[in-house]
């Protein structure tokens, strides 16, 4: 859920040769999830390549480094990030039901909670909370270390909610951009607040269900493993210390903003669906897709809970991209039917070009 701020840099370099062929945007991705492995030394990587209503599925690496297992071909993994698209379209079909507005103060849903120092509920919109331009602190700067004991511990909204409050407000709401997992806390409780019913249920309902993604899903209370078959996850505290395995974990701190366990093929999906108008009606999908500047990585632009970013090869690609302890993913479609997702099993590079590679490689691949 971190955001890696990263140049978009050309895919290139000599490779092995790939270990399955296509052709097209197929060697491409191919030869980017190769570069990963043995230039970047992710353990592994896996790409979903979406072209003409056909989907191929890309491995390099191992799934396990003690074992050396073969990587399942779209294998599952935490999504992170990705999570908050999916809390974002749940909210913008509220919106959409007459049930939320977006420019409406959260004051308005949850009253009297979100105050501190230079934080006012009364003055933040649900807009500014699903654009990150309300000015909240980042829960995530406060929760200390969670690769270690902590990630087997259990954390409920609420309480990252106080300690993001806990700390003052880092700009006037609507004033810039900047990254807060707080938002997206919020939009989750907004979404409990004015359906009565959990968050993992809605999103369950009204995304994963109604568009057929059979390998995603929002993890129980207390889940910390992955139900089917997946590589492994590393972390590694900074570039070149060893890898340690951190699959199993309890991700309730990611919550609405990152806690969705998902496949590449299925995020695909999920975001073709989405761009495709599937999921939301003509007026939310362009309210979704206004978009500001963003410090993500050059030429990145945030919508509400969508970052579109300009191709090398001109136009657009849709997505958001997720990291959380173990997975690093990179999802990029196009309103003419091309999809990629890439993901690696580390989230802290093991070098520090590895996240600008990935996103070159999912560049490259629509490109392709």
């Given amino acids: 859920m971190a955001v890696v701020t990263a140049a978009v840099l050309a895919v ?10 296509a052709r097209g945007s197929g060697d491409v991705a191919q030869r980017g999830l190769d570069r990963l492995v043995h230039d970047d030394t992710y353990p592994a990587a896996l790409a979903a390549v979406g072209r003409d209503g056909r ?57 009297d909670l979100v105050r501190g120092e230079g934080i006012d509920g009364r003055r933040i919109t649900v807009r500014q909370l699903l654009q990150h331009t309300s000015g909240l602190p ?30 003052k407000a880092r700009f006037a709401p609507g004033t810039r951009w900047e990254y807060s997992n707080t938002n997206y806390l919020l939009a989750g409780l907004l979404i409990e607040k004015v359906t009565g019913r959990p968050l993992a249920e809605q999103i369950t309902h009204r995304v994963i269900e109604r568009i057929g993604l059979r390998h995603t899903y929002f993890p129980g209370v207390g889940e910390e493993g992955i139900r089917e078959a997946h590589p492994e996850g590393y972390y590694a505290a900074k570039p070149g210390e060893p890898l340690k395995n951190i699959t199993e974990m309890d991700p309730s701190w990611g919550w609405a903003a990152g806690q969705v366990v998902s496949t590449p093929g299925d995020l695909n999906r999920f975001f073709s669906a989405l761009s495709g108008g599937k999921l939301l009606e003509p007026a939310q999908l ?38 959380i302890p173990g997975y690093h993913t990179r999802t990029g479609v196009t309103d003419d039917g091309r999809a990629v997702t890439i993901a690696a099993t580390a989230d802290q590079p093991p070098v520090e070009q590895g996240p600008a590679d990935v996103l070159a490689t999912v560049d490259a691949t629509l490109c392709g």
């Fill in 286 to 323: 362009a309210q979704m897709r206004t978009t500001v500047p963003a410090g993500l990585w050059p030429g990145a632009r945030y919508g509400l809970g969508v970052v579109s970013t300009a191709l090398s090869c001109g136009g657009l690609m849709w997505g958001h991209g997720g990291d």
């Fill in 55 to 111: 989907t191929r599925n890309y491995t390099s690496g191992v799934a396990d480094l003690r074992t050396g297992a073969k990587v399942p071909a779209d294998g599952q993994v935490r999504a992170g990030s990705n999570t908050k698209t999916f809390t974002a379209t749940v909210v913008l079909q509220l919106a959409g039901e007459g049930k939320v507005a977006l420019d409406a103060p959260i004051e308005e849903y949850l009253p």
């Fill in 12 to 21: 290139g370099g000599t490779l092995p040769a790939p270990a399955a062929q």
């Fill in 138 to 167: 980042n829960y995530t700067d406060f929760t200390g270390d969670l690769t270690g004991k902590k990630r087997h511990t259990y954390v409920q909204p609420r309480a990252l909610l106080d300690l993001a409050l806990a700390h």
